[in-house]
């Protein structure tokens, strides 16, 4: 009777206790995301479908799953997966053999690009952007005009309370609160770091040194006890959202789907702008003219002049995010699938981009139709 | 000889451990030798790694939730056994013991969403206010991410299972001590005391086993520590772990030379840290065992 008792009490709590499980783990399961989810659709279709399988950077991870899904509808006979690695994550994985495509925010740095030259193509599929988002009791709809130059002291802790001059100076209209900033960035190595850095030392070059620009820099607030790290671009967003007069930085598909406040920067020629298709086009307009010529070049330098680029509306903090392709791919079928998807982004998917994100001009569209038309004829066909 | 085998494959498997990390380690000891574990710098750019303050937040963050996780658990233990009616009793300690054995990551996802903000206004800012002279509350909270706040999550996750050790362990004392300690009319309280005196040993092991739960977590942890490069003066600030650190930083470890080896060599400061403490603490356990015979 004792032993049926305590079955009985383990089964049931066991029960209870994996349903709270999966709750919680379907609730974080959305926000937190990363780190190897992975999505493919069973195959409709008799006949052995082609399978290409694709990793790599979450920030353009959005728009890929979006653009996935409607090629598989167009492609019954291919199935794509598009692993949430990490940019390097999804590099190496391509390099070793695993994966067959890889998503990049940055490109491939230029000693790797030579050790494969000739065997491996890049093509900028989508130009996206980095926000500064903060949480400012009763000024969180205010748009706040921030400086490359305010930022990086912010960053450095030289800038500690929300009503200093040098940022009540550039919000002239805006009653600023005394009250210390809370600054958050990235915990993990990552490509919106990057970007986000490589700004505040091309903004700024003499406050942010090139030693401060990077994946996992070692920013000099972090010290002072009122900045944190988040895990991922949910964590940072989590992080600003919960602790008010804080500032960080996400991706802006992210601020705009949890309508996070969003501040105008000021961009090389002066103004202040807030991210928009517009300004983001018109920003890789005048960046697209220093890319390579082919898919097979070297695209180490690209975020160098799509960071702060000229162009009196482009908005300053907005980067190409790529694709790495090889060249030879070890089956017929699969090489025709890559292509079949390469040329399906140019056609189609540039022209039904989810909010967030823009697409490269025509000139850049063309280099993933020149490397599909690589692919096929590396593969005979 | 087939029992051999198994016994021979768990050897081999820790072995082979040992030589993977002390390969990818060895490098960095080379190269920066005991600044390593000494240095506070941690800056990948240029090339500098030191864990110093991922060393002692972890140090800080076990210890708090070891002493939190201890009395909790022993007094849970005295009154499910001592005081609570039996049927009550035994549902909660069969309960306990269940979530005790449970992944603790399911606890952690549920204090990274509720501790933070809860811990902040309703206990760290008056520790601060009132206690705030004693050294590790002295800096006053700005925000819920902080030592403090992984110090307690980790004290949930790993107090089921301390109890469901104890618990057990005090369960299977023979029934001749509760009959000679009834004899005599002990009160519930002064039968508990001499169980527990009897059980050190199993206390003990228990909260080794339940530190080095909490020196491993890794993903609920930096959740909530604030993953900043600090070093624990105070325990209001927010920090990082080894575990939290390592979990940060190795999907993109190939980004940076030498990143994934000093990842490598962070973890073998944990392994030989947990190696030294559960030495020691076998050591005690013997030693009360020859003691009280």
């Known amino acids: 009777m004792r032993d049926a ?6 089964v049931i709590t066991a029960l209870i206790i994996v349903g709270i499980a999966a709750a919680v783990a379907s609730v974080f399961g959305s926000g937190i995301g990363g780190g190897g989810n992975s999505r493919t659709l069973k195959p409709a279709t008799t006949s052995s479908p082609t399978y290409v399988k694709m990793g790599g950077a979450t920030f353009p991870a ?8 409607s090629f598989m509808r167009e492609h019954p006979s291919i199935r794509v997966s598009y692993e949430l690695l990490g940019s390097g994550a999804g590099v190496s994985r391509f390099f070793d053999g695993t994966l067959d495509v890889a998503g990049s925010d940055p490109p491939l740095p230029h000693d790797v690009w030579v050790k494969h030259e000739g065997k491996v193509m890049q093509v900028p599929t989508l130009v996206g952007a980095v926000v500064v988002t903060y949480n400012i009791p009763g000024l969180n709809h205010v748009t706040l005009n921030l400086s490359g130059k305010v930022l990086a002291l912010i960053y450095k802790g030289v800038i500690k309370y929300w009503d200093d001059p040098r940022i009540q100076e550039l919000n002239p209209a805006v009653k600023l609160p005394h009250h210390e900033i809370f600054v958050v960035f990235r915990a993990d190595a990552s490509g919106t770091q990057l970007i986000f850095t490589t700004f505040l030392h091309k903004a700024a070059p003499s406050t942010w040194p090139s030693t401060l620009v990077g994946k996992a820099p070692a920013f000099p607030v972090a010290g002072s006890g009122r900045a944190a790290g988040g895990k991922g ?5 989590n992080l600003v959202m919960s602790n008010p007069y804080s500032i960080g930085f996400v991706e802006w598909s992210y601020a705009l789907e949890n309508n996070m406040s969003i501040a105008a920067i000021e961009n090389a020629a002066g103004n202040f702008v807030k991210p928009s298709t517009e300004s983001l086009i018109s920003a890789a307009r005048s960046a697209a003219k220093h890319l390579p010529r082919t898919p097979l070049g070297d695209f180490s330098k690209d975020e160098e002049y799509i960071i702060y680029p000229g162009g009196k509306d482009a908005y300053p903090l907005v980067a190409w995010t790529h694709l ?3 060249v030879n791919y070890e089956s017929q079928a699969k090489a025709r699938a890559v292509a079949a998807l390469l040329k399906w982004i140019a056609e189609k998917g540039e022209l039904n981009i989810i909010p967030g994100y823009a697409p490269v001009p025509e000139n850049v569209r063309q280099l993933m139709v020149e490397a599909a038309n690589n692919i096929l004829h590396a593969a005979g066909s | 000889m087939t029992l051999l085998a198994p016994s021979a494959l768990v050897i081999a498997f820790y072995v082979l451990l040992v030589r993977l990390l002390a390969g990818y380690s060895i490098p960095v000891f080379r190269r920066y030798g005991a600044s390593f574990v000494l240095s506070s ?4 750019g240029s090339a500098s790694y030191g864990i110093l303050p991922a060393l002692m937040g972890t140090a800080v963050t076990s210890v708090l939730a070891a002493a939190i996780a201890l009395p909790v658990s022993l007094s849970m233990v005295v009154f499910l056994n001592e005081y609570c009616p039996s049927i009550v009793a035994r549902v909660v300690a069969s309960v306990t013991t269940v979530m005790g054995g449970l992944p603790s990551i399911v606890y952690g996802l549920w204090g990274a969403l509720v501790l933070p903000e809860l811990l902040r206004s ?16 002295s800096c006053a909270p700005v925000s819920g991410w902080t030592f403090f706040t992984a110090g307690v999550l980790l004290a949930i996750m790993i107090t089921p299972y301390m109890f469901s050790l104890v618990h057990e362990a005090y369960a299977s004392v023979p029934r001749k001590y509760r009959e000679a300690l009834l004899a005599i009319s002990a009160r519930p309280y002064v039968i508990a005391r001499e169980f527990i005196k009897m059980l050190w040993p199993a206390v003990i092991g228990a909260l080794l086993l339940g530190l080095g739960r909490a020196a491993g977590e890794t993903i609920a942890v930096s959740l909530v520590v604030g993953n900043v490069n600090a070093v624990p003066y105070c325990l209001f600030l927010p920090g990082q772990t080894i575990s939290s650190l390592i979990a940060n930083n190795f999907p993109e470890a190939s980004s940076y030379p030498l990143m994934l080896n000093a990842l490598y060599a962070a973890a073998s400061v944990l392994l030989v840290v947990g190696m030294v403490l559960n030495i020691a603490g076998l050591a005690l356990m013997s030693r009360w065992r020859s003691i009280t015979g």
């Open chain 1, 5 to 10: 008792l305590r079955i009985v009490v383990a």
């Open chain 1, 62 to 69: 959005p728009q890929y799953l979006a653009w996935i899904k």
């Open chain 1, 233 to 237: 671009n949910p964590g940072v967003a």
């Open chain 1, 324 to 326: 790495v392709i090889r």
């Open chain 2, 41 to 44: 710098v941690w800056n990948p």
């Open chain 2, 122 to 137: 309703y206990v760290m800012v008056p520790l601060h206010k009132y206690l705030g002279f004693l050294p590790p509350f």
